[in-house]
C-alpha cells in the first residue's frame, strides 16, 4: 500500500496550543485551545473560522449534541453547553477536576477527569452521577466497547480501566504502558489499539476479564498523543510530540507513511496533539504550533 500525502489548508486562528478536535459533518469541524475559544471550520472555506465561544481555561474536549448543542470541557474542571445558532454560551457545570477526555453514549455525557476521576452527565437535564474515583492518576482517553457494554480509560497510572454503565469497574488492566496511556481506539476486528507516554503503540485482544497483548512497537521518539481510525477501519493515524503523524496498517501494525517537517512544507513544527479524518481522504491535525491543518491523501494499491 502506497499513499499520497498533500497539504491542503494551514489555519492559523488561535493564539495557543490546540488540544481539542471534533467533526460536524459534510466537510465542516471545530477546534477548541488554550486560548479558550471554540471556533467552526468549513473545508471550502479553509482560510475563514467563525468563533462560538470563549470560555476561561483551555478546551480539551468537544461534543456535538441534540438540538444544536455542542458540550465543551476545560482544564479548569468547567463543562460548558454552547448554543451554535446563536453563539453562545447557555450551560454550564463546574466539576473541580479538570476535565481531560468525554463520550457520548445515548443521553450520557461521560467525562474523565483530573486525579481518576468520572463524571457521567444527564444530558436531558445536565444533572451529575459521579464522581467515582477509577485510577491513581489523571483520566486520559475514553473509549466504547459497544460488544461488552463497557467504556473503556486510559490512565496517568499507566493502566487501562473497563468501567460498567454505572461507573464501577468491571477490570483493570495494571501496567498497560510503561508511563501515562494517552489515547484508545476499538478496530472493526474487535482488537484494541493504544497509545501512550513510552512512545509506543500496542495491540491487545479484549478479554472478558481483561486485555491479552498481541502486539506492541515503538512507533514515535515521544509520546504517542492520538489515534485516529480511518473509516474504512484499514489504516489508522497516530499523533505525537515528536512533530509526526505517521500512518499504520491497522491489523500489521506496519507503518505506511511519517509525515513531517523534514519531507513537507506544510506538516507541523511543534508538538501534534489531536488528529481526526474527515472523510476517507482528508485528514485535520493541530497541536502546539496553534495551527489547524488539513492534508488530502489518496490511497494507492
Known sequence: MKVLVSPLAYQAAHTDAV????????????????????????????????MLAKVDGSIYTINILDNNRIAIGTNRGELYGVDMGHKRLDTSLELGQGI???????????????????????????STQ????????????????????????????????????????????????????FTLALTPQGHLLSGGKDAYIK???????????????????????QLALHPSGKWFASASRDKTIRLWETETLLLIKVINREKMAGASTHSVNRIMWLDHHHLVAAGDDRVVRVFTLEWQD
Not at 158 to 171: K, M
Not at 205 to 212: D, F, Q, S, T, W
Request: charged letters at 15%.
Open 19 to 50: 488540544y481539542a478536535l471534533h467533526p460536524a459533518g459534510h466537510g465542516a469541524y471545530y477546534s477548541g485551545s488554550g486560548d479558550g475559544r471554540l471556533l467552526s471550520w468549513r473545508m471550502s472555506t479553509p482560510d475563514t473560522a467563525i
Open 100 to 126: 481531560f477526555c468525554s463520550l457520548v453514549q445515548g443521553h450520557t455525557l461521560w467525562l474523565g477527569c483530573a486525579l481518576g476521576y468520572i463524571y457521567q452527565v444527564d444530558l436531558r437535564d445536565w
Open 130 to 181: 459521579g464522581p467515582w474515583k477509577v485510577a491513581g492518576h489523571h483520566v486520559r482517553c475514553l473509549c466504547s466497547w459497544p460488544a461488552a457494554g463497557l467504556v473503556l480509560a486510559g490512565s496517568s497510572d499507566r493502566s487501562i480501566v473497563a468501567l460498567s454503565t454505572n461507573g464501577s469497574v468491571a477490570w483493570k488492566q495494571e501496567g498497560a504502558h510503561d508511563d501515562s496511556v
Open 203 to 225: 495491540q491487545w485482544e479484549m478479554l472478558e476479564n481483561g486485555l491479552a497483548q498481541i502486539n506492541g512497537i515503538p512507533a514515535h521518539l515521544f509520546a504517542v498523543n
